[in-house]
Structures are given as structure tokens and as C-alpha cells.
């Protein structure tokens, strides 16, 4: 299994050898958007073609007769060398129905289907959920699945935190909370009547209803809830209390010394994310007196200083940074 920076990276050699790869993985949990990215980031045009929605003959395309013969008509979603260096991204692949699945033979081994034929500088991936995450997905033919070079994604904590904080701009809130109780940030239920259930996606869903900052009460509780699932939501709510009660930032920074630490590890997750959010040169020196007191445990400040790193990138030069990671160089590692 591979964690999502570790496939941006088998992508990256893979697109190059132009070898179709299909990406299995749990639902909501990126592969749609990291192949996206890593297409981008190649310059690759990404053709995203649902699988689910196709029949048999969208593939082969329209016949129409000149001259008395039969000529099929491609699809318009098929890449044509107009398109330059592209990825045909076959996505929710095994939601499709077994005659779609049959049809998609030969387009992937012999990248032709009837008189059409795919251009070199397009590269194939395929991506879908596992069958036993009850997301419609149907068991891949194996004579399918043999001419893909098959790849399993998982969740990974590390990877999400930087994406949330870099590209994601989760809101921080969010963040500490996964931080705080990193096992929800994929929690599929077993219970088959839930619909609401946590995942990266959803934790996205849920930092956008709160940035959205919609009455506090019932109302934003029942969207966390039905957003990320009853056990996970109401956790959730409970952090954001706490949070919401936290004291004002500037006083910390204020007295950085002898502000009180309390031993609530969810409200010291909430402080510090705060304080990473807040960074600047001018204050990153009070904020490393306050997590570097011994009241407080080295893994806030790792994690406020790492997060500080990928959120303001110059702050990393400051003499007060760079003194702070010689003295803790065996943890930032």
C-alpha cells in the first residue's frame, strides 16, 4: 500500500513509462485528486471519463455508413493527438458494468477500440473503491485487472496534515482536531445503514461548513454531523467548544513565560495550532518560549513548529527558528 506522497511519486515514474496503472483505494480518501495533480504538475491534459456512467457501445463510438460501409465514429471523450501529451483517467472504473469493463480490453492492452487509435503521448489510469467499502464498486475482471500495473492508496495522517495546511487551507480547527484524534479522519462504519461517515473529503465538507460560520447551535452541529457522521460529528462539536473557549492568543504571546498550561491535551492541540496560524517574525520567539516550557509536552512543540514551516515557509530563517531546530533536531526529523 502506498501513502499519497508516495504515489505522487510511483505516478510520476509510471506516466513516464507510459504503462496503464489502476489506483484502488477507499472512498473519499483523494486518488481522483492526486492523479489530477501529478498529471498537471507533468503537464499531462487530465480526460476525465466516469466509467460508471458508459455503456458498452460509448466506447466504440456512433457507426454511420460512406460508400456503403460501416465506419464507427469515436467517442468525443477519447483523446486525439490534438490534445497533446494526455492522461485518459478512467475513473470509478470498477463501478462499471461487466460488458463496459469487457469493452475496455482492448482500448487498454492494445490502446485501440475498433477503428480507433490512441494517440502515444497519452498515458491510461485507472482508479476506483474496493469492493468491501459498499460504495456500488463491482469485482474487476481479472483479465482486466492483468493489464494494469495495480496500486492500492491509503490514509495517511502526515501526508493530509501537510496537504491541509499547504494546499487544502483547511481550517485550523479542523486540523487540531485530526491532530488530536487522528484515527477519525478515516472511520468507515461498519454499521451498513450510515451515510454519513468521516474521510478526508468529508473533514474537507467540514472545514468549508465552518468557514462558512453558520449558526452556532443545532443547526451547525446537524451539518458536522451529517457531514462527517454521528460519532465522529459529535466529538468534533465537543473540540470546537473547547476551542471557541480558549483564550485570546495575544495574551499568551503576551506573557509566554508564565501563561497557565493546562493537562487538557485537546485544548493544548487547539492552542497550538492557533499559535502556528498566527506566526510571525515579530512573535516567533515568544512562541517558542511558550511551547518550549517544561509544562509542556515536546510533541505540541514539534508539531507547532512544523506546522509554522509549512505555513510560512520564511519563517524557517529566523535566527529563533533555526536555533529551535538545532535543539530539537532528533525529533523534527
Known amino acids: 500500500m502506498l501513502r499519497p506522497k508516495e504515489l505522487e511519486k510511483t505516478l510520476e515514474t509510471v506516466i513516464g513509462l507510459n504503462q496503464p496503472v489502476y489506483i484502488e483505494g477507499g472512498a473519499g480518501i483523494g486518488k481522483s485528486e492526486i492523479i489530477t495533480k501529478v498529471g498537471e504538475n507533468l503537464g ?18 456512433v457507426p454511420s455508413v460512406e460508400n456503403g460501409v460501416t465506419k464507427w465514429n469515436p467517442p468525443v471523450f477519447l ?26 480490453f482492448q482500448l487498454i492492452k492494445d490502446r485501440r477500440i475498433g477503428e480507433y487509435i490512441m ?9 476506483g473503491n474496493r469492493v468491501s467499502d459498499r460504495a456500488g464498486a463491482n469485482q474487476m475482471n481479472s483479465a482486466l485487472a492483468n493489464r494494469f500495473i495495480n496500486l492500492e492508496l491509503e490514509v ?5 496534515y501537510e496537504w491541509a ?14 491532530r488530536y484524534r487522528p484515527e477519525l479522519l478515516y472511520d468507515f462504519p461498519e454499521d451498513t445503514r450510515s451515510k454519513a461517515w468521516a474521510s478526508p473529503r468529508t473533514w474537507e465538507f467540514a472545514s468549508n461548513i ?14 458536522i454531523k451529517g457531514t462527517v457522521g454521528d460519532g465522529a460529528g459529535t466529538e468534533f462539536i465537543g473540540f470546537m467548544k473547547t476551542a471557541r473557549e ?20 485537546a485544548v493544548n492541540y487547539a492552542i497550538t495550532g492557533a499559535l502556528a496560524n498566527r506566526a510571525t517574525a515579530n512573535n516567533i520567539g515568544d512562541i517558542i518560549t511558550f511551547i518550549t516550557r517544561e509544562e509542556m509536552s515536546q510533541e505540541f512543540a514539534v508539531i507547532t513548529m ?3 514551516a509549512m505555513l510560512y515557509p520564511q519563517l524557517t530563517k529566523t535566527k529563533e527558528y533555526i536555533k529551535f531546530a538545532q535543539d530539537f533536531k532528533d525529533l523534527l526529523s
Open 119 to 127: 494517440p502515444k503521448d497519452t498515458v491510461i489510469i485507472g482508479a
Open 246 to 265: 480558549l483564550p485570546d492568543i495575544k495574551e499568551i504571546l503576551k506573557k509566554p513565560k508564565t501563561y497557565p498550561i493546562g493537562d487538557n491535551p
Open 306 to 308: 512544523r506546522d509554522i
Open 79 to 104: 483523446p486525439t493527438e490534438a490534445d497533446g501529451k494526455s492522461i485518459l483517467f478512467l475513473d470509478e472504473l470498477v463501478h462499471g458494468s461487466p460488458s463496459v469493463q469487457k469493452a475496455l
Open 210 to 223: 465552518i468557514k462558512a460560520n453558520p449558526e452556532k447551535g443545532k443547526i451547525e452541529e446537524e451539518l
Open 44 to 61: 499531462y491534459k487530465v480526460i476525465d471519463v466516469r466509467v460508471s456512467l458508459l455503456d458498452p457501445v460509448d466506447l466504440r463510438g
Open 165 to 178: 495546511i499547504t494546499e487544502g487551507k483547511i481550517d485550523p480547527n479542523v486540523i487540531a482536531f485530526i
Open 156 to 160: 495517511n495522517e502526515n501526508d493530509w
